[in-house]
Every structure is written in structure tokens, then in C-alpha cells.
């Protein structure tokens, strides 16, 4: 029967609009993950800022007062004030006599640091909590509770969507998403607000996984791999939206509400989306495989004629006395059975590897390009749209393997090549960072439908989503590898990056090639398949 299911999904794969509506309901997600996940670029703006003196601003004084009063200049520069600091003077008799008499009776004085804060503007997290000077490390918790967060939905997700089906942890992730993302908004603690960007995180990791698995496996052949490519476009249409809205709504409590709320419009894709059919006949749900895929090929009631059978039967059964714990726990050593199993997941957890650390310390050395960082969002999202659809033709034509290790290798070429590039030139260090965006994110693209299809039906989730883990650990350690390994010598994070971009796309080549195969089920089904090998880097 599972033939026949297969004859249904290709049947269904070539309903244009049906599979079009598909995409437009699995890809939609994407736009929320690429908004919240750059939207600390905006959340964390900081303004001009020094210490605030409350006697001198009850008395009336100005900014510019107060600061010609209270504030040192740094010692390499006499334009540039000290931020952190001010001198300790008698300020109640400074704003009793006024600011005149003040100035013509400053003596030196000894400085300590602030205890209030003032600033240019307060339309930003920084303000709200004075994560600037001893404070400034709690800035980046706010990013890192995200990619935690994602990496705890990674590891939770891909199993509860194994066991309990892609729709339901679609669903649960939208309801996450939908509570979590206003709540951050109208958080007055700030550590409930890290609270409200952990859960962001996991439901941004959950509701991306399933959904992605969903759509492999409703499709087969030339369109699975057209609409997995398409669906990452929702990523850079995502850069762009949150641009646009960032540049018009600048207060972050208003920004963060303006981006969440369109998170209810998920609700349709909780009542609508389906089920997947292979995933049901994978856990011995038959019946409900075929209402399925007679909801969606009308035709395929004529296949579905008989009851479970034996077989299927015991599948149930013997899910349900292994215990739900005992099975979540099992997914995962699952990836590890088999000597082939172990390879294939070692390569992939190489790529999301790889992956997250490259993208991510490629945006973070862009940070010390001078650029406006509304436009510099928005030309990332241009770059990296232009790099999923440029493996729509790769794929088509192009076996999975030779592009994966071809744009991993790329990847580390022109990481490499930075050493060759003086600091001075801007323009060209700009490009060559986009270029090796557009790379990463082509690679990150392409290697997410490659691992998707070297797994069975009964654990793809997991082992994609376990990827996907990996893959945030690279971009939890991205910053420490720029500030740390950066401050020895400037060129060693892209180095190591190259080099490693270098040896995982040697490790690509031992993998067997997917074009044009019809995916496992089993893991019965996984032993008629091919498996690693150091020859496979000669067969293409």
C-alpha cells in the first residue's frame, strides 16, 4: 500500500494550485522566523548616552549642560565623552548657584561610575533596562535566549513530531509563537523578557521543522525539490518586511507588537494544513493515511478499501507498550543504529554545523562595516532571496551531492580569500562578506532538503531537526569566536570558517546521491538504499 500512497503523492505533486496553496501555508512561517530573529538589530539600537545627574535635571539644566559639568572626555580624543562615567562633585551646590557659576568654579576631581542613565532617545531595549557600560553582556542575552531557544526546539520538536505527528507539533509551535511573540512586547522584567525570546526560539525551531517535513513529504520528485527551495524565500521576504516596518515604527514595545501580531494569522494553517499521509502509514494509522490523501486526490478513495492489517496493527501496539518516554528517548538513538545511520547524521550535524557557524560570523565581522543598518538588513535579505532562488536551476539539474560540497567549498574559498583584502577597503570587503552570505545561505538551503532525504519517514523529523540543533550551536559560539579569536588577529574567524567550509565538503562526497529517488519509509526500507562510502566520492 505504501506504492500506492507514493502513486497518490505524485498524482497530488502535480496539482499546481493545490501544491501552490501548500507553500504559501508551510512558507508563511519563515517570514515570523527571519523578523524575530533580526529584530534584535533593531531591539538593541543604541543612543547616545551618559550618566544622569538627578539634582542638575530637577533644577531645569539641558543636556548639553549636565554633560559639560559633569562628564570627562576620553583621553584620545576630546570630542569623545566617557559614557560610563562622571565626576564626583558637590552637585547639589552646583544646582543651587546655577550653571554659570558652576563653570567658572570647576576643580578637578576624581570620576566614578554612573548610577543613572540619560539618553538621546528611548525607543530602544538598552534604554529600557540600561544595558549599556558593566550592563552591556545583558545585550546579548537577549539574542542568545532566541538561539537557545532554538536550540532546545530542535531537539524537542523533531521527536514530538515524530511520535505525535507533524501536524500536532505544527500546532503546538503556532500556539507558542502566537503567546510568546506579543507577551515579549509588554514585558516590564526584563528576565521575563529573555523568558518570552526562549519560547520565541522554540517555537520558531518547531513550527519550521514540521512544516518543512510536511511539504517533503506531500511532494515527490522535481517539485519536492522546487517548493523545499522556494519555501526559504519566505526568510528573505522576512529581512525585508522587518526592515521596512523598523524604519516607520521606531519604539520597540510598538515594533515588537506590530511584528508578533500577524502570528494569529497561523490559526489558518492550524485548521487547514494536513496531515502527513506518509507518516501515518509509518506509524500504522492506515485508514487515516487514506482520508487524507483522499482529501487531497479525490481519486485515492478507490484505493482505500480494506481495515489496518496485522502488520500495522502491531506497529501500534508496540508503540504504545514501548511508552512515550522510552520512544521520545529512542528517535534520537535511532540516528545511531546502524554504522550507515551514524555516518549519514555525523555529516549532517558537520553541515549544520558549519552552516550556523559560517552565516553568522560573516554577519558579525559585516557589523564593522559602515553601513545604514535599515539598508544593511534589507541587502542581506535581497542577497540571500537571490541565493535560494539560484539553486531552483542547481537542483533541477545538479545532483544533491555536487551542489551541497560545491557550495560548501565555495564558501570556504572566499572566507579564505579575506586574508588577501586590506582592512581599508570597505567596498570590497562588503562585497566579498555578500558573496560569502549569498553562499552560505544557497548551502544552508540546499543541505537542509539533502539531509531531509537521506532519512526514513520514521525518524526524517528527527534527524532534520537534530541538524538544525547543531546548527544553532555554530551560531551560539559565532560571537565568541569573532570577539575572542578576533582580538588575537582579525582574519582567524573567517580562516577557521574557510577551512572548515573546506573539510565538510570533502565529508558531502562520501554521501550516496537522492536526485530522483523515491524516499525511505523504514528502516527496513533504508537497507536497499545506499549507504556511505569513500567510493561515493567518484560517483556523482
Same mark, same amino acid.
Given at each position: 500500500m505504501a506504492d500506492d500512497l507514493e502513486k497518490y503523492i505524485d498524482s497530488y505533486s502535480k496539482r499546481r494550485w493545490q501544491v501552490f496553496v501548500l507553500l504559501l501555508m508551510v512558507g508563511t512561517p519563515g517570514i515570523f522566523n527571519a523578523i524575530q530573529l533580526s529584530s534584535y538589530v533593531f531591539l538593541v539600537d543604541k543612543p547616545s548616552y551618559w550618566c544622569d545627574i538627578p539634582d542638575l535635571t530637577s533644577a531645569g539644566w539641558s543636556d548639553r549642560m549636565i554633560i559639560n559639568v559633569t562628564t570627562p572626555h576620553?583621553?584620545?580624543s576630546s570630542n569623545k565623552i566617557e559614557e560610563c562615567s562622571y565626576y564626583d562633585r558637590n552637585y547639589s551646590l552646583f544646582a543651587k548657584n546655577g550653571y554659570n557659576w558652576s563653570m567658572n568654579? +570647576?576643580? %578637578?576631581a576624581s570620576s566614578k561610575p554612573c548610577q543613572y542613565y540619560r539618553y538621546s532617545n528611548r525607543e530602544s531595549v538598552v534604554t529600557e533596562w540600561d544595558l549599556v557600560c558593566d550592563n552591556v553582556a545583558k545585550k546579548s542575552n537577549i539574542q542568545a535566549a532566541i538561539a537557545f531557544g532554538k536550540f532546545i526546539g530542535g531537539l524537542l520538536f523533531g521527536s514530538i513530531s515524530d511520535i505525535y505527528g507533524r501536524k500536532f507539533a505544527f500546532n503546538l509551535a503556532a500556539l507558542i509563537y502566537m503567546f510568546s511573540g506579543p507577551s515579549a512586547a509588554l514585558m516590564d522584567s526584563y528576565v521575563l523578557f529573555l523568558i518570552a525570546r526562549f519560547l520565541i526560539g522554540v517555537a520558531g525551531s518547531g513550527i519550521y521543522e514540521s512544516s518543512y517535513t510536511i511539504l517533503t513529504e506531500l511532494t515527490s520528485g522535481k517539485t519536492r525539490t522546487l517548493l523545499? +527551495? $522556494?519555501?526559504n524565500m519566505a526568510y528573505p521576504i522576512g529581512y525585508v518586511l522587518l526592515s521596512i516596518i523598523a524604519y516607520y515604527v521606531r519604539p520597540w514595545r510598538m515594533l515588537l507588537l506590530a511584528l508578533s501580531l500577524p502570528m494569529f494569522g497561523l490559526l489558518i494553517?492550524?485548521?487547514? +494544513?494536513?496531515e502527513s499521509p506518509k507518516w501515518l502509514m509509518s506509524q500504522g494509522r492506515k485508514r487515516q493515511a487514506w482520508e487524507v490523501m483522499t482529501k487531497l486526490v479525490p481519486s485515492a478513495v478507490h484505493a482505500n478499501k480494506d481495515d489496518d492489517d496485522e502488520d500495522m496493527v502491531e506497529i501500534r501496539k508496540s508503540k504504545k507498550s514501548q511508552g512515550k518516554?522510552?520512544?521520545? +528517548?529512542?528517535t534520537f538513538t535511532t540516528l545511531f543504529s546502524t554504522w550507515d545511520l551514524s555516518a549519514k547524521t555525523s555529516i549532517s550535524f558537520s553541515c549544520g554545523f558549519v552552516c550556523g557557524l559560517s552565516y553568522y560570523v560573516i554577519a558579525l565581522n559585516g557589523d564593522n562595516i559602515t553601513a545604514d543598518r535599515y539598508i544593511y538588513v534589507a541587502l542581506n535579505g535581497v542577497v540571500e532571496g537571490l541565493a535560494y532562488l539560484s539553486t531552483i536551476p542547481l537542483l533541477l539539474y545538479v545532483g544533491r551531492k555536487i551542489a551541497v560540497s560545491g557550495l560548501f567549498f565555495a564558501s570556504g574559498i572566499l572566507q579564505l580569500a579575506l586574508l588577501t583584502i586590506p582592512q581599508e577597503n570597505a567596498n570590497f570587503l562588503l562585497i566579498v562578506a555578500l558573496l560569502g552570505k549569498f553562499c552560505v545561505?544557497?548551502?544552508?538551503?540546499?543541505s537542509l532538503l539533502y539531509i531531509s532525504e537521506l532519512y526514513p519517514t520514521t525518524i526524517r523529523n528527527t534527524g $532534520?531537526? %537534530?541538524? $538544525?540543533?547543531?546548527?544553532?550551536i555554530g551560531s551560539v559560539i559565532a560571537p565568541y569566536v569573532v570577539e575572542l579569536l578576533g582580538a588575537k588577529a582579525w582574519y582567524i574567524p573567517s580562516t577557521v570558517c574557510g577551512v572548515l567550509g573546506i573539510f565538510v565538503s570533502s565529508l558531502v562526497l562520501m554521501l550516496p546521491e537522492t536526485k530522483g529517488t523515491v524516499l525511505p519509509d523504514t528502516l527496513e526500507d533504508m537497507k536497499i538504499t545506499r549507504s556511505v562510502k569513500f567510493t561515493n566520492c567518484c560517483k556523482f
Amino acid at each position: 500500500m505504501a506504492d500506492d500512497l507514493e502513486k497518490y503523492i505524485d498524482s497530488y505533486s502535480k496539482r499546481r494550485w493545490q501544491v501552490f496553496v501548500l507553500l504559501l501555508m508551510v512558507g508563511t512561517p519563515g517570514i515570523f522566523n527571519a523578523i524575530q530573529l533580526s529584530s534584535y538589530v533593531f531591539l538593541v539600537d543604541k543612543p547616545s548616552y551618559w550618566c544622569d545627574i538627578p539634582d542638575l535635571t530637577s533644577a531645569g539644566w539641558s543636556d548639553r549642560m549636565i554633560i559639560n559639568v559633569t562628564t570627562p572626555h576620553q583621553n584620545y580624543s576630546s570630542n569623545k565623552i566617557e559614557e560610563c562615567s562622571y565626576y564626583d562633585r558637590n552637585y547639589s551646590l552646583f544646582a543651587k548657584n546655577g550653571y554659570n557659576w558652576s563653570m567658572n568654579n +570647576l576643580e %578637578t576631581a576624581s570620576s566614578k561610575p554612573c548610577q543613572y542613565y540619560r539618553y538621546s532617545n528611548r525607543e530602544s531595549v538598552v534604554t529600557e533596562w540600561d544595558l549599556v557600560c558593566d550592563n552591556v553582556a545583558k545585550k546579548s542575552n537577549i539574542q542568545a535566549a532566541i538561539a537557545f531557544g532554538k536550540f532546545i526546539g530542535g531537539l524537542l520538536f523533531g521527536s514530538i513530531s515524530d511520535i505525535y505527528g507533524r501536524k500536532f507539533a505544527f500546532n503546538l509551535a503556532a500556539l507558542i509563537y502566537m503567546f510568546s511573540g506579543p507577551s515579549a512586547a509588554l514585558m516590564d522584567s526584563y528576565v521575563l523578557f529573555l523568558i518570552a525570546r526562549f519560547l520565541i526560539g522554540v517555537a520558531g525551531s518547531g513550527i519550521y521543522e514540521s512544516s518543512y517535513t510536511i511539504l517533503t513529504e506531500l511532494t515527490s520528485g522535481k517539485t519536492r525539490t522546487l517548493l523545499c +527551495l $522556494l519555501m526559504n524565500m519566505a526568510y528573505p521576504i522576512g529581512y525585508v518586511l522587518l526592515s521596512i516596518i523598523a524604519y516607520y515604527v521606531r519604539p520597540w514595545r510598538m515594533l515588537l507588537l506590530a511584528l508578533s501580531l500577524p502570528m494569529f494569522g497561523l490559526l489558518i494553517q492550524c485548521w487547514f +494544513l494536513p496531515e502527513s499521509p506518509k507518516w501515518l502509514m509509518s506509524q500504522g494509522r492506515k485508514r487515516q493515511a487514506w482520508e487524507v490523501m483522499t482529501k487531497l486526490v479525490p481519486s485515492a478513495v478507490h484505493a482505500n478499501k480494506d481495515d489496518d492489517d496485522e502488520d500495522m496493527v502491531e506497529i501500534r501496539k508496540s508503540k504504545k507498550s514501548q511508552g512515550k518516554c522510552k520512544e521520545f +528517548l529512542s528517535t534520537f538513538t535511532t540516528l545511531f543504529s546502524t554504522w550507515d545511520l551514524s555516518a549519514k547524521t555525523s555529516i549532517s550535524f558537520s553541515c549544520g554545523f558549519v552552516c550556523g557557524l559560517s552565516y553568522y560570523v560573516i554577519a558579525l565581522n559585516g557589523d564593522n562595516i559602515t553601513a545604514d543598518r535599515y539598508i544593511y538588513v534589507a541587502l542581506n535579505g535581497v542577497v540571500e532571496g537571490l541565493a535560494y532562488l539560484s539553486t531552483i536551476p542547481l537542483l533541477l539539474y545538479v545532483g544533491r551531492k555536487i551542489a551541497v560540497s560545491g557550495l560548501f567549498f565555495a564558501s570556504g574559498i572566499l572566507q579564505l580569500a579575506l586574508l588577501t583584502i586590506p582592512q581599508e577597503n570597505a567596498n570590497f570587503l562588503l562585497i566579498v562578506a555578500l558573496l560569502g552570505k549569498f553562499c552560505v545561505s544557497a548551502v544552508f538551503s540546499v543541505s537542509l532538503l539533502y539531509i531531509s532525504e537521506l532519512y526514513p519517514t520514521t525518524i526524517r523529523n528527527t534527524g $532534520l531537526g %537534530t541538524s $538544525l540543533t547543531i546548527s544553532q550551536i555554530g551560531s551560539v559560539i559565532a560571537p565568541y569566536v569573532v570577539e575572542l579569536l578576533g582580538a588575537k588577529a582579525w582574519y582567524i574567524p573567517s580562516t577557521v570558517c574557510g577551512v572548515l567550509g573546506i573539510f565538510v565538503s570533502s565529508l558531502v562526497l562520501m554521501l550516496p546521491e537522492t536526485k530522483g529517488t523515491v524516499l525511505p519509509d523504514t528502516l527496513e526500507d533504508m537497507k536497499i538504499t545506499r549507504s556511505v562510502k569513500f567510493t561515493n566520492c567518484c560517483k556523482f
